[in-house]
């Protein structure tokens, strides 16, 4: 099953614009509107959670890079003490985040999945 892209704000401005190119005004509207995307972007700043879970990737990298071999959530675990605390799920959660982002690589084996830092 394909995944259509989802059209952003910006984007439907930006269309906007080239089908009116000639109206200044509507163009000069499109523009300020764009901008205040842009700025509203550049404001959000990372909840205390989102910093936490930062620091647990950064965690999780390690124990990784740190491993001779591919490892389960139970093997990063056992590696460090502040993971130990965390939940199957909380860092199951985390490794696909770093997953999405390409920093580690999945592997299934007889359903069961091991982890390393991807090349």
């Known amino acids: 099953m394909a995944t259509t892209k989802k059209i952003t704000k910006k984007e439907r401005f930006n269309e906007l614009i080239a089908i009116v190119g000639d109206r200044t005004d509507l163009v000069e509207f499109l523009n300020h509107e764009i901008e205040l995307l842009d700025k509203k972007a550049s404001t959000k700043t990372q909840t205390k959670t989102q910093k936490e879970?930062?620091?647990?990737?950064?965690?999780?990298?390690?124990?990784?890079?740190?491993?001779?071999?591919?490892?389960?959530?139970?093997?990063?675990q056992e590696n460090d003490s502040t993971l130990a605390t965390l939940s199957n799920q909380?860092?199951?959660?985390?490794?696909?985040?770093?997953?999405?982002?390409?920093?580690?690589?999945?592997?299934?084996?007889?359903?069961?999945?091991?982890?390393?830092?991807?090349?």
């Open 53 to 76: 879970n930062e620091s647990f990737k950064e965690l999780i990298v390690n124990v990784l890079r740190n491993g001779a071999r591919p490892m389960t959530i139970t093997d990063i």
């Open 90 to 119: 909380k860092i199951s959660a985390l490794l696909t985040q770093l997953k999405n982002d390409n920093v580690i690589v999945k592997v299934v084996d007889k359903k069961k999945a091991y982890f390393s830092i991807s090349e």
